[in-house]
């Protein structure tokens, strides 16, 4: 006779506190607590219940030296999290030129794109950012990429009226 199977156990108060504490390191930026777990085994692509990795914590909040330690240690620059966000979206959306371009080195893909098919380039568009809009076309993101919706990085600033950015971008208006 075979037992019945046994429910899966539920993670302990401590536990969940524990894990609540490793993603506040990722959003607090302390790499030198981050290199610690991730030295003692740590995965660096852990999510929490948003589908947020470490590395898009710490990108989002701007930890260049926390981000850095996560991509040494394996972090993947291309993982989304549950509404199918990039780090490099993120990055692109607070304006954080030097997070983007170590997201670049480190393999993110400059026309990385969210399910509605917007890239790092629209967000950074929309949001009137255009010195990341001038880097991310030099590091190859197209300008004429729409999204779902066929939106193009000039049409989403002029959508949000982001008049500098869409006078950058109407130079490569076909």
């Known amino acids: 006779m075979t037992e019945p199977a046994q429910p899966k156990p539920e993670l302990d108060d401590a536990a969940l506190a524990f894990a609540e504490q490793i993603f506040d390191s990722a959003r607090k930026g302390d790499?030198?607590?981050?290199a610690d777990l991730?030295?003692?085994?740590?995965?660096?692509?852990?999510?929490?219940?948003?589908?947020?990795?470490?590395?898009?914590?710490?990108?989002?909040?701007?930890?260049?030296?926390?981000?850095?330690?996560?991509?040494?240690?394996g972090a993947d620059p291309q993982l989304r999290n549950d509404k199918g966000q990039t780090p490099l979206a993120g990055?692109?959306?607070?304006?954080?030129?030097?997070?983007?371009?170590?997201?670049?080195?480190q393999g993110a893909d400059v026309e990385g794109a969210s399910p509605d098919g917007k890239t790092a380039l629209m967000m950074?568009?929309?949001?009137?950012?255009?010195?990341?809009?001038e880097y991310l076309i030099?590091?190859?993101?197209?300008?004429?990429?729409?999204?779902?919706?066929?939106?193009t990085p000039?049409?989403?600033?002029?959508m949000m009226g982001a008049a500098d950015a869409?006078?950058?971008?109407?130079?490569?208006?076909?």
């Open 124 to 133: 950074a568009a929309m949001f009137n950012r255009t010195e990341i809009v």
């Open 38 to 73: 991730l030295g003692r085994g740590l995965p660096a692509n852990i999510r929490n219940h948003n589908g947020d990795s470490l590395l898009m914590l710490a990108t989002y909040h701007g930890h260049l030296d926390a981000s850095r330690v996560l991509l040494e240690s």
């Open 138 to 151: 030099a590091q190859g993101a197209d300008p004429h990429a729409a999204d779902r919706n066929g939106a």
């Open 91 to 105: 990055a692109a959306f607070k304006g954080d030129l030097a997070m983007i371009s170590l997201l670049l080195e």
């Open 166 to 174: 869409h006078a950058l971008l109407s130079k490569f208006a076909d």
């Open 154 to 158: 000039l049409t989403a600033a002029a």
């Open 31 to 34: 790499a030198v607590r981050l």
